[in-house]
């Protein structure tokens, strides 16, 4: 279990609970001092039993320090309650979002997959679309020496069909990783977006060299909440591209390590059977971490509290003038 904050700033706010214990106690004690200034001592003796009236002071006391700590429990409710609380579960869940991030690289054209590993990559992804929940979101993106958001998150499968069909291969050179895995993320953390599990399935061949270190992606994908799922998409003897006679093959250490330090998991593909395959277990994993926000449920339990702490000031705990 985890637990992150959407607005962490509202946590200074915990540094004015010494405050509230300080002025607690400053105002018992001048509570006190005016009760005895003004108070009738027959009186208070025949009412709290004579000599028995320090005994009746220390239960006056220990009530009084269930009123501070009522009132701190309340305090940290409220600044926890502003800070956008939100417990990360690890539990069985069909219920998650996911991003497609498609490698258009010209490596992507190598022909050690039939056709070529762009279009093997594009119709198991397809199949994977169509197998998701209706409310499972997706969003597409491709990626070469830049990124190309292609859709955006919709529940509607045809939109992301019609996204991951329009894929081409990229003129601009290079495979941005980093960058991927970045924008990727960013689609999950839009406006108005539901608290889901987060899945970012990342299909290359892994030779990453421009932009961002993989290092920085992945500390950022990692701080969302995002497990990426890696799928290398080429052979273990690789294939030619572009009537070249250079061999593309893949690099596994970097995929292993995008998919292990954000949770989620890598796996090689060297057949078009074997992507689907891959996917079918994407879908059928069910332990994600799953986001409940408790940020309404602490403010109604501080709300609650406020009223129980009137209304015992008011009664057993009233302090007496």
Not at 39 to 50: C, L, M, P, Q, S
Not at 138 to 164: C, M, N, P, R
Not at 174 to 203: C, E, H, M
């Amino acid at each position: 279990m985890e637990i992150t904050f959407s607005n962490p700033y509202f946590l200074l706010f915990l540094l004015s609970i010494p405050l509230l214990v300080i002025s607690h106690f400053f105002t018992m004690v001048y509570l006190k001092r005016r009760a005895f200034k003004f108070a009738n001592i027959e009186a208070i003796k025949r009412v709290t039993g004579g000599e028995k009236a320090s005994f009746r002071n220390t239960i006056f006391l220990s009530r009084n320090l269930g009123v501070l700590i009522l009132r701190v429990i309340i305090l940290m409710l409220l600044i926890f309650s502003a800070a956008g609380t939100t417990l990360w579960l690890d539990r069985l869940t069909s219920d998650f979002d996911v991003v497609i991030a498609i490698d258009a690289s010209s490596s992507m054209l190598a022909d050690d997959f039939n056709p070529t590993r762009l279009e093997a990559a594009k119709k198991a992804a397809a199949e994977f679309v169509t197998k998701l929940t209706s409310k499972t979101s997706v969003g597409v993106i491709s990626f070469s020496g830049t990124v190309f958001i292609e859709q955006s998150k919709t529940t509607s499968a045809d939109d992301a069909l019609e996204a991951i069909d329009g894929i081409q291969i990229k003129r601009i050179g290079g495979t941005d990783l980093g960058s991927a895995i970045i924008q990727g993320t960013n689609i999950f953390l839009g406006p108005g977006q539901p608290n889901k599990a987060r899945i970012l399935v990342l299909l290359t061949d892994g030779q990453g060299n421009i932009g961002p270190p993989i290092e920085e992606a992945i500390d950022y994908a990692r701080t969302n909440q995002v497990k990426v799922y890696t799928l290398g998409v080429a052979t273990a003897e690789g294939g030619q591209f572009l009537r070249t006679e250079g061999i593309s093959t893949i690099d596994e250490p970097t995929l292993q390590k995008i998919s292990t330090e954000t949770g989620g998991y890598y796996s090689r593909v060297e057949s078009s059977q074997k992507l689907t395959d891959t996917f079918n277990d994407i879908l059928s994993s069910s332990r994600q971490k799953s986001p409940v926000n408790i940020s309404h449920f602490m403010l109604l339990t501080a709300l609650i509290m406020i009223f129980m702490e009137w209304g015992l000031i008011s009664t057993k705990f009233r302090s007496i003038p």
